[in-house]
T-cell receptor
Framework: AQTVTQSQPEMSVQEAETVTLSCTYD???????LFWYKQPPSRQMILVIR??????QNATENRFSVNFQKAAKSFSLKISDSQLGDTAMYFC?????????????FGKGTLLTVNP | SQTIHQWPATLVQPVGSPLSLECTVE??????LYWYRQAAGRGLQLLFYSVGIGQISSEVPQNLSASRPQDRQFILSSKKLLLSDSGFYLCAWSVGDLNTEAFFGQGTRLTVV
């Protein structure tokens, strides 16, 4: 079975500071992709960043970057220069192929609040 | 461009009544389709996913079922709703490749009373 664990139900950060959201996962598959999605109060799911499991280089998208530790099955998200608009629920997710047929599994989420 | 339609946006149903939520995708073919439930204050629970017509994988034994009668249509159903079926239901699609993002519908807020 594949699982995604986000151990921080809620976090807060001051505007302009940096925050890191943690995520661990478990799978027996070798080929998979990892994602971070955000869900603002509007409830619309938005892709933040993605990481290929076979790439060692950590993905970066503007103020968002990941720390991917494959051996530890860890995939944390770092948000730099936090902005008020970053306030949202953040979900870690991963997708596998093969026996799991493109199954997309999410964690329980971390509610991030950016304070002015 | 691709779009996903999910309806209705809100629904209030009595216990024991049937349910049918529909999701359709436009602008792509042979998408992977997903149904998720988001209970209050909780994460996204994968309910069903489908990689093709008539192919449904169920993740959690429950009071719900899913069907894919057409390539770009995914239906979530129940014969008799329970109070515990209340929640926010999201439909999503992705193309048949690992690295593509999933696109989500606007969601359905279901309240069973």
């Amino acid at each position: 079975a594949q699982t995604v664990t986000q151990s921080q139900p809620e976090m807060s950060v001051q505007e302009a500071e940096t925050v890191t959201l943690s995520c661990t996962y478990d799978t027996s598959e070798n080929n998979y992709y990892l994602f971070w999605y955000k869900q603002p109060p509007s409830r619309q799911m938005i892709l933040v960043i993605r990481q290929e499991a076979y790439k060692q280089q950590n993905a970066t998208e503007n103020r968002f970057s990941v720390n991917f530790q494959k051996a530890a099955k860890s995939f944390s998200l770092k948000i730099s220069d936090s902005q008020l608009g970053d306030t949202a629920m953040y979900f870690c997710a991963f997708m596998t192929s093969g026996g799991s047929n493109y199954k997309l599994t999410f964690g329980k989420g971390t509610l991030l609040t950016v304070n002015p | 461009s691709q779009t996903i339609h999910q309806w209705p946006a809100t629904l209030v149903q009595p216990v024991g009544s049937p349910l049918s939520l529909e999701c359709t995708v436009e602008g792509t073919s042979n998408p992977n389709l997903y149904w998720y439930r988001q209970a209050a204050g909780r994460g996204l629970q994968l309910l069903f996913y489908s990689v093709g017509i008539g192919q449904i994988s169920s993740e959690v034994p429950q009071n719900l079922s899913a069907s894919r009668p057409q390539d770009r249509q995914f239906i979530l159903s129940s014969k008799k709703l329970l109070l515990s079926d209340s929640g926010f239901y999201l439909c999503a699609w992705s193309v048949g490749d690992l690295n593509t993002e999933a696109f989500f519908g606007q969601g359905t807020r279901l309240t069973v009373v």
